[in-house]
């Protein structure tokens, strides 16, 4: 996701809710809302209620959208988060919001692993400006679709335009170490993952590559000390979720 979520890299995986989740206790005759006019998880109208024939643009806040659309992700329900995402883009009154709100559904749709979709939407970031606030953030999940839907020549370059665009992206630099291992430049793949790290991406995914780079260069006692910091952080983040 953009700026607005920046903890968990965006192709990090969660535990997510057990369907039907449980949590939600709705009562519709207290709320005095209309369920199937009105999301239950907000006061918004739902994103495919808004008729663009019927809605002024004026009326409409981007911003919102977005906030409505980044509160569904936060509930994995992605595909009512694109769906917001997409209206947040039709409706922004400038490129900004435009090229964030694109960003924010492709990611949408790499959580519902719909490749082709993800890809589309960050091309039309891209489209809005390619040098605009949210351009790195676009192109490394670009980069990530294209990898994923089998067009592993351009999304190499999208991973390397990232970089190019926000020498200070640590998703960016991680995508691109990935990237490198697998196509067997591990020299390439090591320095990219170092940056990652020093821009502070320190999840267990960044040192499994690094440790797999060390491998094969054959520094063997470097790679055990990685994997073993990988298996402590993956150890702590399973302690926590036992803890919630």
């Known amino acids: 996701m953009t700026d607005r979520e920046p903890d968990d890299h965006r192709f ?4 997510g809710f057990d369907e039907p989740y449980e949590g939600f206790d709705l009562d519709p005759p207290e709320l005095d809302v209309d369920p199937s006019k009105v999301d239950p998880v907000d006061d918004h109208a739902l994103a495919d209620l ?9 009326a409409v806040d981007a911003d919102d959208l977005i906030d409505v659309g980044l509160n569904y992700m936060g509930i994995n329900r992605h595909e009512q988060a694109a769906d917001a995402f997409e209206r947040a883009a039709r409706y922004a009154e400038d490129d900004v919001a435009e090229q964030e709100a694109w960003v924010n559904k492709g990611v949408a749709h790499a959580e519902m692993e719909e490749w082709d979709d993800a890809a589309s939407a960050h091309q039309e970031a891209l489209f809005v400006d390619e040098d605009g606030p949210f351009a790195a953030e676009a ?5 990530y679709a294209l990898w994923e839907y089998g067009k592993t ?20 630099w991680y995508n691109l170490g990935f990237m490198e291992n ?12 170092d940056n ?3 821009l502070g991406f320190k999840q267990a995914d960044v040192y499994e590559e ?8 054959g520094r063997e006692d470097e790679a055990a000390d990685v994997v073993e910091r990988a298996e402590d952080i993956r150890s702590r983040q399973e302690e926590r979720l036992v803890d919630q």
């Open 12 to 15: 990090s995986e969660g535990q």
């Open 50 to 58: 808004l008729d663009d024939a019927n809605i002024v643009a004026d």
């Open 139 to 143: 192109e490394t999940n670009l980069a």
């Open 153 to 172: 020549e351009e999304a190499y370059q999208h991973a390397e335009d990232a970089v190019r665009k926000d020498k200070r992206l640590p998703h960016g």
């Open 182 to 193: 697998e196509q067997g430049r591990h020299e390439q793949a090591l320095d990219a993952l």
């Open 196 to 198: 990652a790290i020093r």
């Open 210 to 217: 690094k440790a797999r780079a060390l491998d094969e260069l």
